[in-house]
């Protein structure tokens, strides 16, 4: 079913308008410049004969008499270990000079939902060797989690380090409006920690075109969802999710939506929720994890990118000063492994020394105001200063269960036993000395 | 219902917007069928312009196209209300998600049709109704057992005016769809009538005598909740508060632990991952009212934040009408709906594309006014047979930014009967639950016994000591400790104590997640004795020392049973860190 049509009608930013029959919303097609360019294009919106298309490269220099040849399908991904090791733009085609891909079965691009109920509860810990994550905000397969960050935050390293240390059977890497210097340093560093061989890489860098930043998400998680059902546990990697809202809001404008927040489409929120939902434990079958970098714009976690992210994911890890904040940062499934696939102690361990560390940050203020600090301050400000050097540091490199070791010991080192707020046949098994009642 | 069915082809696509022209006259919020291929896609008639239909579509429009078919169907969005619902875990449009797998058997199929309840499985019926009775719509037929509840036949809830029983079924079993009765109405007509039938979800189902003031509590184990701000039966409550405050914790704990017969879950707009937390958990858990699994008391109505946006928004009302038929039977229902906000949003992003004038944050105009319409929905009713009927809604909402000032939330703000907002610093600091103890509220009373001035008084002093904790806590970040007197340390070290040994309440504990009414009150009034008796402290350093040990006992005690051996050595501990500040110590002890 390939019908071409030529000459365009309307052009308004990247969406172009044609007349034609009998095509179907949501519709691919391409379009091809009277000098041989040639650019995929989708259906956005049909009324009577007019068909509005989102066009992927841009329409700059497309000309009205441009021909367009509707596919008859939706864009699809052919998805096999063929994807292992290579480098795709955001339009699915190579980035990396290799051949295109013959192998697979075609999919869909953002495809139907898992039904709920088939979903599996998740429950096995990713273990990075990352104290604040490890201990305070266990990673589990099958979460979605966001790391929110801000320019100059080393976020690139972190989403790199733990894709490394994550031991996923694949990982898909989502570049979205990327330096061409930060796609390049992901590619070396999986390259040189051994791991591109199970990698497939979705590059759209801050050069390329906008709609295609649109599509990355989508390409990135149809892979990933092919390779679950087959069996592989995959972890995604998107960066940068607010480049993919952004790029969402251009798009609404320019099809005259009525914006809700700061110009964003009032469907942000299901807009990135169709693609954090793809996270999922698949019974029987692999799982897909999604971490994320979601960047602020002037640091603002209220602003609707973020605000909207983590009210969709399972928690955030939080960026700032160089360090994963204790505050702030969550992981909402760390219930399901903590004390189940961790230790006993672990849970009011954590939650202790959150707490803790809260009232240390209070005392600091105190300090730093010039009040008197008490006896309880003094205790408080040196766990405060352990906790930052022990915990925080992201230079730091501890196995699970020895840096919960460590956080006995800290505590022991700065408190009395009944100054911690944990229940007592805990203490009495864990806590380095005596436990009076 | 009229009996002609309009039909209508497809003129235009917006997402998930349709553009109908019709052929014969359609309905507002009538239901159709897109002919998508060998699909059908359901959607429901949101705007009429002469011949031009808008129609949202329930389902992903991919592949719709100009020129292709529509059949109306004649009838209001509506959900069937039959024995059999309990325990099943539904989408937004009723579709049991069990029925709704594609080959693979892991994604939902677009434009899957299934029936509400199994229409094979056999009821035992039982008749207490005789021919010659004049009936009127929701009177009691006969009933079927389904698991505890007594799950009544009913006249059909859209009946007008009177009619005469003329037909009743003998004692036996029956499926659903057989005829148990036969009404004449006074028009002359023959109705028969089956054990299902249908309404539709936009109408609120008012076929009972009179509506009663709400003020009987309703019990929902958490502390600051039936301590502070408590909710009554048929009332209703909302839980603002931003991402990961513990909106959805709450909910589930409301879900497992709340006094009711039966609670329907409306996952609106939020994560599929947390539905399956439910549905694995409920099924396991022993409800102690009726020695059945939770899971029998529980429906779930499930349009998760992946799924349609259009059947988003039908979602909260399908869950709702259940819930009004649940009450004409006479029970007690809570409807917990997660999250109210992701609903207003559904409407928002179909205001927008009917090109709407949007309001504040682009909302449609009448926001206020559906979301007074949703919450007027609940209530206590008497039924025409004297018993009563109650649906408790409390519903989330997700402030856009955590700030209450946005319109969803003012709009919830000023219908519902209670408030329990979240505040992100408790939840940063990890004291969940998160309930502001000063900023929340409660219209409801908060008296359990009209005689029981020992608990009455220790509410009282709960709520000034936590005001006056809170005033010196303000005080000392601006004078430090070394500012205020040993007086005013001593109430703000109350006011912790409060909250961390009463008002905190770790969700994940088995036992202290709920904590039964009659310990609540045990609790309070111990901890009202203990910090009444004025503790001779010396300085300061004392008082720290002296509250971090009371402090800690307090909150040991939550982690022991009733009569374990755990809890009187608590109770021990704490009679002799009284004895040893004050010589009334002896006797708050040991009452
Ligand atoms: N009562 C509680 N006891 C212990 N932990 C809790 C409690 N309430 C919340 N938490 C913690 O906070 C996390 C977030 O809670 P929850 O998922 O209920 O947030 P939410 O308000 O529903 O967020 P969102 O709006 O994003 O859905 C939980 O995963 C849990 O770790
Ligand atoms: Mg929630």
């Not at chain 2, 946006?309 to 039908?314: G, H, W």
Request: proline share 6%; charged share 25%.
């Amino acid at each position: 079913m390939m019908r071409t049509h030529r000459g365009i009608d309307t052009i308004n930013g990247d969406i172009a308008s044609v007349f034609a029959d009998g095509v179907g919303f949501g519709e691919l097609a391409v379009i091809r410049n009277p000098d041989g360019e040639e650019s995929l294009a989708q259906v956005v919106r049909l009324a009577g004969r007019r068909v509005a298309l989102q066009v992927f490269s841009g329409t700059r220099g497309l000309s009205v008499d441009a021909s367009v040849r509707f596919l008859g399908r939706p864009m699809q991904l052919r998805v096999s270990q063929q994807l292992l090791g290579r480098v795709f733009d955001g339009s699915g085609r190579p980035r990396d000079g290799k051949p295109s891909l013959d192998e697979g079965e075609p999919v869909e691009l953002a495809g139907p939902s898992v039904n709920p109920i088939r979903r599996r509860l998740p429950g096995r810990l990713v273990e990075t060797g990352i104290p604040m994550i490890d201990v305070f905000n266990p990673l589990v397969e099958s979460q979605k989690l966001p790391i929110f960050s801000e320019a100059g935050e080393p976020h690139a390293q972190l989403l790199a380090r733990i894709g490394l240390q994550a031991r996923a059977d694949v990982i898909v890497f989502g570049g979205i409006g990327l330096p061409f210097d930060e796609a390049m340093f992901f590619q070396q560093t999986f390259e040189e920690g051994g791991v591109m061989g199970r990698t497939v890489m979705f590059v759209n860098t801050a050069a390329d075109p906008v709609v295609e930043r649109l599509l990355v998400p989508d390409l990135a998680l149809a892979a990933a969802e092919q390779l679950a059902v087959a069996g592989q546990r995959v972890l995604v990697l998107l960066t940068d999710m607010t480049a993919f809202a952004d790029a969402l809001k251009e798009i609404a404008v320019s099809m005259e939506q009525i914006p809700s927040n700061l110009g964003f489409p009032g469907s942000l929120y299901s807009d990135l929720a169709a693609r954090y939902e793809k996270a999922v434990d698949l019974p029987g079958a692999g799982s897909i994890t999604i971490l994320g970098v979601t960047t602020m714009p002037g640091g603002d976690v209220t602003h609707p990118v973020p605000d909207n992210t983590g009210y969709i994911t399972e928690g955030q890890y939080y960026l700032t000063d160089g360090c994963i904040s204790p505050f702030g940062s969550l992981s909402r499934l760390g219930q399901l492994v903590v004390g189940k696939a961790t230790r006993d102690d672990h849970g009011p361990l954590m939650n202790a020394m959150i707490r803790l560390y809260a009232r240390a940050q209070e005392a600091h203020k105190k300090l730093a105001m010039g009040f008197m600090s008490t006896e309880t301050d003094a205790r408080h400000l040196r766990y405060g200063e352990l906790f930052r050097r022990h915990f925080m540091d992201l230079e730091v490199e501890l196995p699970l269960l020895q840096a919960l070791d460590l956080g006995w010991r800290t505590l022991a080192e700065c408190y009395e036993p009944q100054q911690v707020g944990i229940k007592r046949e805990v203490l009495q098994a864990r806590w380095p000395g005596e436990v009076t009642p | 219902m009229s009996d002609q069915r309009a039909s209508g082809t497809i003129v235009g696509v917006n997402g998930n917007l349709v553009a109908v022209r019709r052929h014969g006259p359609v309905r507002q919020g009538e239901v159709a069928e897109v002919e998508c291929g060998s699909e059908r896609l359901m959607a429901e008639v949101i705007r009429v312009d002469g011949e031009v239909a808008q129609l949202q579509v329930f389902e992903d429009t991919r592949r719709v196209a100009v020129g292709m078919k529509v059949a109306f169907r004649g009838e209001l969005l509506s959900v069937t209300l039959a024995p059999g619902m309990l325990g099943t875990i539904y989408d937004g449009l009723q579709r049991p998600l069990h029925r709704l797998d594609d080959r693979q058997g892991l994604f939902l199929r677009r434009g899957a049709q299934a029936p509400a309840v199994d229409l094979q499985r056999q009821w035992a019926f039982h008749p207490t109704a005789a021919p010659g009775a004049r009936v009127q719509a929701g009177e009691f037929l006969g009933w079927v057992q389904e698991h505890h509840i007594r799950h009544h036949v009913m006249v059909p809830l859209d009946l007008r005016g009177s009619a005469t029983l003329i037909h009743v079924a003998d004692a036996g079993d029956r499926r659903v769809d057989e005829v148990v009765a036969i009404l004449r109405t006074d028009d002359g007509h023959e109705r028969a009538v089956t054990m299902q039938q249908r309404w539709p979800v936009k109408r609120a189902i008012d076929r009972h005598e009179r509506r009663l003031h709400p003020r009987q509590r309703l019990v929902t184990g958490c502390r600051i909740i039936d301590t502070l701000f408590p909710i009554v039966r048929g009332g209703t409550a909302c839980v603002p508060g931003p991402f990961g405050a513990g909106k959805t914790v709450l909910q589930q704990l409301l879900a497992r632990y709340a006094a009711v017969d039966l609670v329907i879950v409306v996952a609106c707009g939020e994560r599929a991952g947390e539905v399956v937390e439910t549905i694995e958990e409920l099924p396991r858990l022993v409800d102690p009212r009726t020695g059945g699994s939770l899971m029998e008391r529980t429906i779930i109505v499930c349009n998760t934040s992946s799924m349609p946006v259009a059947a988003r928004e039908a979602s909260i009302y399908t869950g709702i009408t259940l819930a009004e038929y649940y009450r004409q039977l006479g029970l007690d229902v809570l409807v917990l709906a997660d999250s109210t906000s992701r609903w207003a949003q559904a409407m928002r992003e179909t205001s927008g594309r009917l090109e709407e004038i949007p309001g504040e944050e682009a909302f449609p105009a009448y926001l206020q006014t559906r979301i007074a319409g949703l919450y007027e929905r609940a209530g206590l009713v008497e039924l025409r047979d004297g018993s009563t009927g109650a649906v408790t809604l409390i519903g989330t909402v997700s402030p856009a930014g955590g700030n209450f000032e946005e319109p969803v939330t003012q709009a919830t703000l000023s219908v519902v009967g209670a408030f329990h907002g979240l505040s992100r610093a408790r939840s940063d600091e990890r004291r969940y639950p998160a309930i502001d103890p000063l900023e929340s509220w409660s219209l409801y009373p908060r008296r359990i016994d009209d005689d029981d001035p020992a608990w009455d008084a220790a509410v009282e002093f709960c709520r000034t000591t936590l005001r006056r904790a809170a005033e010196v806590d303000r005080m000392m970040t601006v004078v430090g400790e070394e500012g205020v007197p040993l007086g005013d340390l001593v109430v703000y070290l109350c006011g912790e104590l409060l909250d961390a040994a009463y008002l905190q309440q770790n969700a994940f504990d088995e036992l202290d997640a709920c904590t039964p009414m009659d310990r609540q009150k045990r609790d309070l009034v111990r901890i009202h004795r203990a910090l009444t008796m004025e503790p001779s402290l010396p300085d300061k350093v004392a008082a720290r020392r002296f509250f971090a040990s009371l402090t800690d006992a307090f909150y040991q005690r939550n982690y022991c049973a009733p009569g374990s051996p755990e809890l009187v050595e608590q109770d021990l501990r704490i009679d002799q860190l009284l004895a040893q500040v004050g010589p009334t110590a002896t006797r708050a002890g040991a009452a």
